[in-house]
T-cell receptor, first 114, second 115 residues
Framework: DAGITQSPRHKVTETGTPVTLRCHQT?????MYWYRQDPGHGLRLIHY???????DKGEVSDGYSVSRSKTEDFLLTLESATSSQTSVYFC?????????????FGPGTRLLVL | AQKVTQAQTEISVVEKEDVTLDCVYE???????LFWYKQPPSGELVFLIR??????QNEISGRYSWNFQKSTSSFNFTITASQVVDSAVYFC????????????FGGGTRLMVKP
């Protein structure tokens, strides 16, 4: 199994509060990703990182920001949480083998915004 | 733009039956990669297989087999002699060479295997 942990694993918060989710890897992989999983939509990419301090937007980036100050950590921040951000959030990593490299996923964080 | 469609949202079978999960994809890229992931009730996502667009050879791994057909843009997954432990949500995903780092997922198929 890829060495990926996410924290917290579960969180309940209120609308309007900031929330930060952490993804930590021990594989020294260059690429890291944040996805959200919602019923009927599969997983959708929020943001990804291709190196320290190098990030880019994904398909559903509005309302989210990310930061990567170390290779092993990738943070996802909801500046002001909304009920539509209630979801399961997955972090993924991949090594730079090219466009076809496999992404391996962390255990997920279940977020409920009341 | 790329798209993955898993038309079967839920399938229920009895143990030992064979079952096929359908995956149809759309992409304009010549080079692309297809993936299957399994999400058991515990919630984690488990990688099952990766196939590139130049390799149409079908693959078999134990009770699992995959049928890739470029002519119909399909990458179907068959479980032979299903078991209760196969109960999970299965996702098909696509990544094209010009899609940046975006892995596009289908909506998933929930497979329930009853004893």
């Amino acid at each position: 199994d890829a060495g990926i942990t996410q924290s917290p694993r579960h969180k309940v918060t209120e609308t309007g509060t900031p929330v930060t989710l952490r993804c930590h890897q021990t594989e020294n992989h260059r690429y890291m990703y944040w996805y959200r999983q919602d019923p009927g939509h599969g997983l959708r990419l929020i943001h990804y990182s291709y190196g320290v301090k190098d990030t880019d937007k994904g398909e559903v980036s509005d309302g989210y920001s990310v930061s990567r100050s170390k290779t092993e950590d990738f943070l996802l921040t909801l500046e002001s949480a909304t009920s539509s951000q209630t979801s399961v959030y997955f972090c993924a990593i991949s090594s730079p083998e090219g466009v076809g490299e496999t992404q391996y996923f962390g255990p997920g964080t279940r977020l409920l915004v009341l | 733009a790329q798209k993955v469609t898993q038309a079967q949202t839920e399938i229920s079978v009895v143990e030992k039956e064979d079952v096929t999960l359908d995956c149809v994809y759309e992409t304009r890229d010549t080079t692309y990669y297809l993936f299957w992931y399994k999400q058991p009730p515990s919630g984690e996502l488990v990688f099952l297989i990766r196939r590139n667009s130049f390799d149409e050879q079908n693959e078999i791994s134990g009770r699992y087999s995959w049928n890739f057909q470029k002519s119909t843009s399909s990458f179907n997954f068959t479980i032979t002699a299903s078991q209760v432990v196969d109960s999970a949500v299965y996702f098909c995903a696509l990544r094209g060479e010009n899609a940046g780092n975006m892995l596009t997922f289908g909506g998933g198929t929930r497979l329930m295997v009853k004893p």
